[in-house]
Every structure is written in C-alpha cells, then in structure tokens.
C-alpha cells in the first residue's frame, strides 16, 4: 500500500502554486517604427515606458503581428523589403520580396498571405509568407498605399493615393474586380469587424468614406471640423474600428487631434488633442485604449477609450509612423 505523501510535499506544491499564481503576466506590447530612425520601438502597456529600440531596415512604416504573436512584419519603404522579425529579440528572420517602395500591407485572416502596396509602381504585391513566392503583382492606381484585407479573407483592397481610388482584388483569383471612386488621396482602409463595411481615409480630400462592402458603393461621406483649426491642416489617415461596431478612431494629421465618430449613425461626437502630425491609430486587444503615432512630435499618445481623454505621452524615436499591439502572454492575438 502506498502510503500518503509527507506534509511538506503538500506545502511546497502550495507554496509553487501561490508563485505561479503571483507571478506577473507579461503585458501587452506596442512596437512602434520610428521612419527617421530605422528603429522599432517597444512599450509595455502595463508602465507606458519605452522597454528597449532595435535596428531595422530604411524607413519603417507599416507594422503588423503575425496571429500567434510570434512574428512581427515591418514594411521597410527604403530597403524595398518586408522584414519578418523575432519580437522578442529584435533580430530579422528574413526578407520578404516586397515590391518596389512598400507602404502597407496587409495579413491575410490565415496568416499565410501578405499583400503589399508598392507605391512607386503602382501595383499590389502578393507574397506566400511561408515559402516566399511572390505569388501575383496585381496593377491597381497610381501610388498605391493604403491596404486592408477583409475578415473573411475572400477581398483584398488597395487604395491609390493619385487615382483617388479604392481597387478591389478578389483573392482567390488575384485579380483587381472593380474600384470605388473617393476623395483626394486616400490614404488608409480599414474593414469592420463583420466585413460589412469599409472605412477609407482621403487626406487631402479631408473625409473618411464608408463604403458598403456588398456594393462597393460609399454610403456616407464622412467631413470633419475643428474650431480654430484651418479645414487644410485636417487630414484624415489612420482609422481604427472598435469590435463593437460602435465607435470610429480617425487621427487627422496635422490638426493633431483624433475624431471620435459613431460608427453607426456616422456623427463626429468629439475630437482628441494629441501630439504633433497624428499618422496611425491601433487599440489594444481589451479595446480600453488607443494608441496614436505622432510624427513631428515624435511621441505617442495613450488615449482611455471609456473616458475619451489622452492620459499619457510617450516619447519614442524620429517621426513614428506605424505601431502594432503584442498581445500579452496567454491572450488570444488578433481579438
């Protein structure tokens, strides 16, 4: 008969427990490149404090986690290359061929797909992350920037910054299909979560359009004003959607403010003073905070999203442009 186990086993696998229990789990991280510098820059959300800076290639710009948060893609514009980095040391794994002077990219929902827009040739580039086969070069507009891919993975969409147009690719043929006329320079393009709509920034234009997926027709033009501001310093470019549907993020340039809109009834509820020549917006997985990229000022702006209000700066490197949310240890990426 075996007999029972000593006391003391009983109180070390307590005591095992109660470390376990007590330890820390890491925060979620915001990576965020810095243009002027070729650098990433890490911040822990649980401190907002800039954790450590590491070297990549000639101006970075569009950034972007891989699902399982192991991989982080950084669009190196100048070096014509998407870099696949280690996050957690900072060291390149490989180069993706890219295309000429990519801008942004997109994931496709599987992880296995990139498509990037190459701005100077106006073409979008489809690249098999896994094996790094260019898979098509897909003409669209002239200088192609702005790039999103639906939740469904079926559409993929480029928007051309001198065309003034949003070009829709059909993925499983790669194919441009039609393209959806909007205001001057659109910049970026973010689907909803239930791929429903479309929400595409024009910077010179002054508007974000919302399009009607199914359609491929813009319901709702969406015009900003600020008192005291001049119309030409507001510049819509990133948009960040929450899970909700309810709300709508758009970072107007050198306003330096962020719109506050509700993305159902379309109406500008309020705007955000944040740092100097707001580029991009991510939230956190929870949704309680919105990161801002400001690029003259260097900095990055922490908004609480429950009580609207910018709560915390933080100084990183030269111009940041793009940043990405590294969820914390045991999160389900990509919530």
């Not at 499983?172 to 709509?197: M, Y």
């Not at 403010?257 to 379309?266: G, Y």
């Amino acid at each position: 008969m075996i007999g029972h186990p000593p006391w003391h086993c009983f109180a070390a696998l307590a005591m095992t427990m109660v470390a376990l229990s007590a330890a820390p789990a890491r925060a979620a991280e915001i990576y965020v490149t810095n243009e002027r510098d070729n650098t990433v820059s890490v911040i822990d959300s649980a401190t907002y404090t800039v954790t450590r800076t590491f070297g990549v290639g000639r101006r970075p710009r569009g950034v972007v986690f891989s699902k399982d948060g192991r991989r982080l893609f950084v669009c190196a514009s100048d070096s014509d290359s998407v870099q696949v980095i280690d996050p957690e040391t900072g060291t390149l794994i490989t180069d993706l061929p890219s295309g000429e002077d990519p801008e942004q990219f997109a994931l496709s929902p599987d992880g296995r797909t990139l498509f990037i827009a190459n701005e100077n040739n106006a073409t979008t580039t489809v690249v098999d992350v896994d094996t790094k086969h260019v898979k098509a070069q897909i003409d669209v507009g002239i200088e192609p920037e702005g790039m999103a891919v639906s939740p469904d993975g079926t559409i993929a969409v480029t928007t051309s910054e001198t065309t003034n147009m949003v070009h829709w690719i059909d993925v499983a043929t790669l194919t441009a299909v039609d393209a959806t006329q909007v205001d001057q320079r659109p910049r970026h393009a973010e689907f909803s979560k239930d791929g429903k709509s479309l929400w595409v920034s024009s910077e010179i234009g002054g508007t974000v359009a919302v399009i009607d997926v199914a359609t491929r027709k813009v319901v709702k033009t969406i015009a900003f004003e600020i008192k005291g501001v001049a119309s030409d310093r507001i510049q819509p470019v990133g948009i960040s959607l929450t899970d909700d549907g309810r709300m709508a993020f758009v970072a107007l340039g050198p306003s330096d403010r962020v719109a506050v809109v509700d993305a159902r009834t379309f109406e500008v509820k309020s705007y955000i003073l944040v740092g100097r020549r707001v580029w991009h917006t991510v939230l956190t997985p929870e949704q309680d905070r919105l990161i801002t990229t400001n690029g003259v000022s260097g900095d990055v702006t922490i908004i609480d999203v429950p009580a609207l209000k910018a709560i915390k700066t933080v100084k990183v490197g030269r111009f940041p442009w793009g940043a990405a949310i590294r969820p914390a240890a045991g999160a389900v990426a990509g919530k």
